[in-house]
């Protein structure tokens, strides 16, 4: 099964749950007690519609996924309901967003369908996005770490 013409929807559904059972490994080993059932995964298929809010009491980390390979992955903590729900839609909205970042990679201007002008466009059509939500309990080094550990395992390609 295909979503968004971006290939089998097992990869990167199964790829993200894989992580994420890696991940509570890690947060244990670093004392931070996490059960799997502590996070709340949302896989949102192309197209999408992005999140309206950041779930009262949730912190996320979120990633984008377009052609078997990520594109972005970032976190948003308590006060950062805009980098939830738009900012990585709109080029210059804020510090390294998706938008920007493809805006700026010459390879997008062979991508059938991209217009750099309105890059948020491309992105809710064409990417599948998934959102990773925690309790605030658990706190922001956490939050970082899930971000990070996804950073190295899954590769992104607009991640320095």
Avoid: C
Avoid at 17 to 43: G, Y
Avoid at 72 to 101: E, F, W
Avoid at 133 to 141: A, F
């Amino acid at each position: 099964m295909a979503s968004g013409g971006v290939g089998p929807v097992t990869d990167w559904h199964t790829e993200v749950e894989k992580a994420i059972k890696d991940f509570v490994a890690v947060a244990n080993l670093a004392h931070s007690p996490l059960r799997q059932n502590e996070l709340v995964v949302e896989f949102l298929e192309a197209p999408h519609t992005p999140p309206k809010s950041l779930p009262k009491g949730k912190m996320a980390v979120y990633g984008f996924w377009y052609g078997g390979k990520w594109l972005k992955i970032g976190m948003a903590g308590l006060n950062s309901q805009a980098r939830y729900t738009s900012q990585h839609y709109n080029p210059g909205s804020a510090p390294s967003t998706l938008a920007s970042s493809l805006a700026q990679d010459p390879r997008m201007s062979r991508t059938q369908g991209f217009d750099r002008s309105v890059p948020g466009n491309w992105i809710k059509q064409q990417t599948n996005r998934v959102n990773i939500l925690m309790s605030s309990r658990h706190g922001k080094v956490l939050l970082a770490l899930l971000e990070a550990f996804l950073h190295v395992r899954l590769k992104p390609r607009y991640e320095k």
